[in-house]
């Protein structure tokens, strides 16, 4: 009977042992079983499709977002576009507002000091010549543009024509940068300007020329109050 | 006190789950007869205690020595190029069929005697 007193630790012992060795070779087993060698035809038959038919989803999504991304490049090159024509326009305003010097074919006119004229004599030549398709004109190189003012002022003495409340000391020379030939005709109409200064005694030159230089407007307003309408 | 052996796989079987071993997959197949062999010694442990013939030394020698010379057979007949691993799992299998024939018959015999001698039948 001693012997049965002894034996529940051994035991006890070797069947902890088994324990552990049995849940590690389940563990084991269980990997060994999801091994895709030890699969069954059937189920890699079902992995395979599947995998497939996920690929084929991954693929229309990869093909979806090349599209995407190349319609984001083309957007970009859009903007690219867009900035570009932007630059050319803000030139073009600049022309426009002159506040970029410039330089073009056009008329030169020239007027002396013993020509009868008034200051709306100059106001005249220079609608005519915006009519007839100038760019950019200066009158003694003072620029024309939307702020320029045309006026006179006396002293007691004399009366002088004041362009931007500068006087203008003659000769006074106009330049206008476009068509010369279309310029010139449009000063030289029959009953137009031209005719009309010849009535009072003035006979400005007009001078064609390949090349003019129109300098920029010296100073620009500064805006403070104007702000655009969103609408 | 039957129950401390079962307890104790119940324990080891915790252990075994918590601590998560991690053989690698090659080594799966000699693991599997280790644990053969291992199921074999246990089997025959309590074979013992009901033949009355228990040693515990031999027990636990036996488990540990029959565990690895079973793996470690099992390994060089891969490496012979002999199925060392189908002897071992044919000698285990059938001792362990063996120990738990016996086993049943120990148990049978003795809850059937314990039927026959009523309570108050001296022995």
Redesign the interface.
């Known amino acids: 009977m001693n012997n049965k007193k002894n034996w529940q630790l051994p035991i006890t012992i070797v069947f902890i042992l088994l324990g552990i060795l049995l849940s590690a070779q389940l563990q084991t087993q269980n990997r060994v079983l999801s091994d895709l060698s030890m699969q069954k035809t059937e189920d890699l038959i079902v992995m395979v499709k599947n995998l497939s038919e996920k690929r084929v989803e991954l693929e229309n999504e990869l093909t979806s977002v090349e599209i995407k991304l190349n319609q984001l490049r083309t957007s970009n090159a859009d903007e690219e576009n867009i900035i570009k024509n932007l630059q050319t326009e803000l030139k073009e305003f600049a022309i426009i507002n002159g506040t970029e010097k410039v330089t073009g074919p056009g008329l030169k006119i020239t007027i002396d000091k013993d020509s009868p004229v008034l200051y709306i004599d100059f106001v005249n030549i220079i609608n005519e010549l915006w009519a007839a398709g100038a760019e950019a004109i200066c009158l003694n190189d003072v620029r024309i543009n939307i702020y320029t003012s045309i006026y006179y002022s006396e002293t007691e003495s004399s009366m002088y024509i004041t362009v931007n409340n500068k006087p203008l000391t003659f000769p006074i020379i106009i330049k206008a940068i476009g068509n010369p030939n279309t310029l010139e005709k449009g000063l030289t109409l029959p009953g137009g300007i031209m005719d009309n200064l010849a009535l009072f005694g003035a006979y400005p030159v007009l001078e064609k020329s390949e090349k003019l230089v129109i300098p920029a407007v010296k100073e620009t307003p500064v805006l403070t109050e104007a702000k655009p309408v969103i609408e | ?1 039957w129950f ?14 918590i ?3 991690e ?1 690698p ?1 090659t080594y ?1 197949k000699y ?2 007869i ?2 053969l062999a ?2 074999d ?2 089997f025959g ?2 074979k ?2 009901l033949e ?1 013939t ?4 031999i ?2 020698t036996g ?1 540990f020595t029959n ?1 690895l010379i079973a793996a470690l057979l099992a390994f060089l007949g891969d490496k012979l190029g002999v199925d060392l691993y189908l002897a071992a799992v044919f000698a285990f299998g059938v001792r362990l069929f063996q120990n738990l024939a016996f086993i049943r018959h120990c148990l049978l015999s003795k809850t059937l005697k314990k039927y026959n001698h009523k309570p108050g039948d001296s022995k």
């Open positions: 006190m401390l052996p079962l307890f104790g796989l119940i324990i080891g079987a915790l252990i075994g789950s601590i998560t071993f053989i997959v799966a693991m599997s280790a644990v291992s199921l010694s246990a442990g309590v013992a205690v009355d228990f040693d515990g030394t027990l636990l488990f565990t």
